[in-house]
């Protein structure tokens, strides 16, 4: 499986950004999605996070995002999106998509790994 994600980039304060992630390869491959994101001399951290198994429905969002981020993805191609509202300066960082075999909010758990865009929040 190779994500590609994109829609990075600088932002002013309360402003938005929709981040996309292309999937492909043997899609079939895992059952669970999300976005990560690794702010400069921090930990890589959950952002949210969807199971796509019908038979398993959760989703989750960081504490810091909830009301603000929504995530969504659409099967027919294959792509996540994490819509970002209202963002702040602390949301600057590398937001990375992940999948993974099975829900999970934890990034050591990931199976596959996008490269990365970044995000500026700055005035």
């Known amino acids: 499986v190779q994500l590609q994600a994109s829609g990075g980039g600088l932002v002013q304060p309360g402003g938005s950004l929709r981040l996309s992630c292309v999937a492909s390869g043997f899609t079939k491959d895992y059952n669970a999605i999300g976005w990560f994101r690794q702010a400069p001399q921090k930990e890589r951290e959950r952002v949210s996070c969807i199971s796509i198994s019908s038979s398993d429905p959760r989703i989750s969002y960081a504490d810091s995002v909830k009301g603000r981020f929504t995530i969504s993805r659409d099967n027919a191609k294959n792509t996540e999106y994490l819509q970002m509202n209202s963002l702040k300066p602390e949301d600057t960082a590398v937001y990375y998509c992940?999948?993974?075999?099975?829900?999970?909010?934890?990034?050591?758990?990931?199976?596959?790994w996008g490269q990365g865009t970044l995000v500026t929040v700055s005035s």
């Open positions: 992940a999948a993974a075999l099975r829900y999970t909010t934890t990034a050591s758990t990931v199976n596959y």
